[in-house]
């Protein structure tokens, strides 16, 4: 099966730092990522569409200086929270598409737990 | 609007009957359908995938198309407490990759 990896799986920082969260697709190349925010106990938001080679498509809401996205290979899309404060602090999940047609299928990374202090 | 609509839950099974979960979308054009679950803290693993009317079976795991109604559903038979998890419902709506996810339905597999 396809294998998405995020790195880091958990991360601490301090109030006003930047943090950058790595999804690769292990497996298989993917022209779109998609990144999404899910709070305790509420379902997945989508926060942006990651293209490979071109600027990522932000969801209603969400700044897009403050989450930078880049995709630059066909296996590698990075998240970088800036200037990151305490509301911040979610799980942060990657996917990447892979198949074609009606079978093309998402595959979800395991997900990076930020706090922000 | 393209929505996905699932029952939140809880729902309760004891251990060894069928799990049926639910869902309803809006959009008629939708070409294909997932299950995910998702485990307390974890991120969604894909379950299944159908874009076929009819029944795709896998294991225990069982899913079902209607198109013509504009629903899909998940049967888990022999339920384990181990399936106790949220299943997230998604659909691909037509001519997009985003899919569009229901809010999940909470089962829990009593011993």
């Known amino acids: 099966g396809a294998v998405v990896s995020q790195h880091p799986s958990w991360v601490i920082c301090k109030s006003g730092t930047s943090v950058k969260i790595e999804c690769r697709s292990l497996d298989f190349q993917a022209t779109t990522m998609f990144w999404y925010r899910q709070f305790p106990k509420q379902s997945l938001m989508l926060m942006a569409t990651?293209?490979?080679?071109?600027?990522?498509?932000?969801e209603q809401g969400v700044e897009k200086d403050k989450f930078l996205i880049n995709h630059a290979s066909l296996t590698l899309s990075t998240l970088t929270v800036t200037s990151a404060h305490p509301e911040d602090s979610s799980f942060y999940i990657c996917?990447?598409?892979?198949?074609?047609?009606?079978?093309?299928?998402?595959?979800f990374g395991p997900g990076t737990r930020l706090l922000v202090l | 609007q393209k929505e996905v609509e699932q029952n939140s839950g809880p729902l309760s099974v004891p251990e060894g009957a069928i799990a049926s979960l639910n869902c309803t979308y809006s959009?008629?054009?939708?070409?294909?359908f997932f299950w995910y679950r998702q485990y307390s803290g974890k991120s969604p693993e894909l379950i299944m995938f159908i874009y076929s009317n009819g029944d795709k079976e896998d294991g225990r795991f069982t899913a079902q198309l209607n198109k013509a109604s504009q629903y899909v559903s998940l049967l888990i038979r022999d339920s384990q407490p181990s399936d106790s998890a949220t299943y997230l419902c998604a659909v691909n709506p037509t001519g997009f990759q985003k899919l569009v996810f229901g809010t999940g339905t909470r089962l829990l597999v009593s011993p």
């Open positions: 996917s990447a598409y892979t198949g074609t047609g009606v079978q093309e299928t998402q595959y």
């Open positions: 990651s293209n490979e080679g071109s600027k990522a498509t932000y």
């Open positions: 959009d008629r054009g939708s070409q294909s």
